[in-house]
T-cell receptor, first 115, second 115 residues
């Protein structure tokens, strides 16, 4: 079974609008962390935001926020006030603290911001 | 400060040849990870080092793949008898190894092409 599922292969958003990128996960661990990374066309992976399974508040980092719904096992990324530079691939990833240090990535969502 | 560096940035080789890919982590980071990213997919875990030892090599696809980190800093991923299916971007990441969110910092990757 897929551990991380990103069901949107591609998304469009108008500049200055908000967009939500979906991510659902599957784990039996009680302790885990969820990450979002951005990968521009240049190829580097850029860390955006982190949410721990025990964190009660949704994580926020500038224009990025994570809509964490633990019971539904979803960790959607919300980007507010989209900018042209936000056009990139976005990957959701999970780390299961009880079992491993590795990151398990989803297949990604390509976001294109329209001017 | 300097980020994670990887050399070479591109490597083209012929089927059956041996290749070495190098990763230089952020200074002081004790944890080092190798991932492989095939076209259109998210990165897949290969191996994780804590210090000099491989703490988890469960992602190595077969015994043609081997990685070392002899002094706990630079790591080399070695691929013997390369196959066309090995073509991918090989990403290296490092982290402090301390508890917490433990963000992994990624290098720019090595694009391996096996002809």
């Amino acid at each position: 079974a897929q551990k991380i599922t990103q069901t949107q292969p591609g998304m469009f958003v108008q500049e200055k609008e908000a967009v939500t990128l979906d991510c659902t996960y599957d784990t039996s661990d009680q302790s885990y962390g969820l990450f979002w990374y951005k990968q521009p066309s240049s190829g580097e992976m850029i860390f955006l935001i982190y949410q721990g399974s025990y964190d009660e508040q949704n994580a926020t980092e500038g224009r990025y926020s994570l809509n964490f719904q633990k019971a539904r096992k979803s960790a959607n990324l919300v980007i507010s006030a989209s900018q042209l530079g936000d056009s990139a691939m976005y990957f959701c990833a999970m780390r299961e603290w009880d079992s491993s240090y590795k990151l398990i990535f989803g297949s990604g969502t390509r976001l294109l911001v329209r001017p | 400060g300097a980020g994670v560096s990887q050399t070479p940035s591109n490597k083209v080789t012929e089927k059956g040849k041996y290749v070495e890919l190098r990763c230089d982590p952020i200074s002081g980071h004790t944890a080092l990870y190798w991932y492989r990213q095939s076209l259109g997919q998210g990165p897949e875990f290969l191996i994780y080092f804590q210090g000099t030892g491989a703490a988890d090599d469960s992602g190595l696809p077969n015994d043609r793949f081997f990685a070392v980190r002899p002094e706990g800093s630079v790591s080399t991923l070695k691929i013997q008898r390369t196959e066309r299916g090995d073509s991918a971007v090989y990403l290296c990441a490092s982290s402090t190894g301390l508890a917490g969110s433990n963000e992994q910092f990624f290098g720019p990757g090595t694009r391996l092409t096996v002809l």
